[in-house]
């Protein structure tokens, strides 16, 4: 369990949540720890937690906002009582959307939260010449994102900078395996293995920004960076592209110079790299048990497991939707 702001995260099984007057009360085994109900707008469960009828009440009298997700990120859905709902912050989202200006410099900040975490792996390979000049070459034309005047020119800018991004990656794998490189970005469908990690955890890392959005009551499927299009969450999408690089990026670069994987652990499926049944769940593994390290948030000056700094975010995007901060801040990593 941990509280960030006024949000509660509980992700331990076999957690119980009760009342005691004004109180929450959480035991895990004989772990109990108690908050005060008034200092809680929301909270979040990951995984298996039993609550009770009286916390049910208290969080409907106190309108407070109770939402699912499954250990892996789906999100399941949310309880609250009836004064409580999401119309409002909706209409401020589609307003957002034809606002011109709020939302071109919502998409330039959403590039330049991406370009510093791909500049910022780069770097992470500096002894690898490539990465260094990409790394470069990306703070030149980082340069001209202020200067963009629609969001066309932003998509312009963020293609350049995603182009020379994955042009430095096969020098920086250093394993032995010729059908562990990636060549170039590929991804419906992915056609090599490297490529095939990467689409599996980017599925992931998007189920993890779906159910942190709707959380926070926010339509997924109205973006700003990306268009609405139908069937894809396209503001999950807008999301996802700041946590890319140093989520999961670094991840599959790190497990292939490890030899963590190796073209063994694939098969093809109609023409189609895919992971065996027995190496997918070792991925799962490795995925979640690095998902539960904490890392650094800056906004709250704190070390928080990385499942939940989707969710942070998109409590800033709310935030900044509903006019309550004046830009949205990006994430920006280091590890």
């Known amino acids: 369990m941990i509280q960030i702001g006024k949000t509660l995260y509980v992700m331990n099984d076999k957690t119980y949540i009760h009342c005691e007057h004004d109180t929450f009360i959480i035991e895990n085994g004989e772990n109990k720890e108690r908050i005060p109900v008034s200092i809680i707008q929301q909270i979040i469960i990951f995984g298996h937690t039993s609550i009770s009828d009286y916390m049910i009440k208290e969080c409907a009298d106190n309108n407070i906002l109770v939402s699912y997700v499954s250990p892996s990120g789906r999100y399941f859905g949310s309880f609250y009582g009836k004064n409580v709902g999401n119309v409002v912050l909706r209409q401020k989202q589609y307003s957002l959307y034809e606002d011109t200006n709020r939302r071109l410099n919502l998409t330039k900040n959403i590039v330049l939260g991406k370009a510093l975490n791909q500049r910022n792996l780069l770097l992470k390979y500096s002894n690898v010449l490539s990465a260094q000049e990409a790394a470069r070459h990306i703070g030149k034309v980082l340069g001209t994102l202020s200067e963009a005047k629609d969001i066309e020119?932003?998509?312009?800018?963020?293609?350049?900078?995603?182009?020379?991004?994955?042009?430095?990656?096969?020098?920086?794998?250093?394993?032995?395996?010729a059908n562990l490189k990636f060549v170039k970005r590929s991804k419906h469908p992915p056609e090599n293995n490297f490529n095939a990690l990467l689409s599996f955890l980017y599925t992931l890392l998007n189920l993890n920004c779906i159910s942190a959005l709707e959380c926070y009551g926010l339509d997924s499927y109205l973006g700003f960076l990306h268009e609405p299009r139908s069937g894809r969450e396209s503001l999950a999408s807008d999301l996802i592209e700041e946590f890319r690089s140093l989520i999961v990026d670094s991840l599959v670069l790190e497990w292939a110079n490890r030899k963590e994987f190796t073209s063994d652990d694939f098969e093809l499926a109609s023409n189609v790299p895919k992971l065996k049944d027995k190496s997918r769940k070792k991925l799962l593994q490795l995925w979640e048990q690095k998902q539960a390290e904490e890392i650094y948030y800056p906004l709250y000056q704190k070390y928080i497991p990385r499942r939940i700094l989707m969710f942070l975010q998109a409590q800033q995007l709310a935030q900044f939707i509903r006019g309550d901060i004046p830009e949205y801040p990006p994430w920006y990593g280091g590890e």
């Open 153 to 177: 020119s932003v998509r312009g800018i963020e293609g350049s900078i995603s182009s020379i991004y994955f042009g430095a990656f096969d020098d920086m794998i250093n394993s032995s395996d």
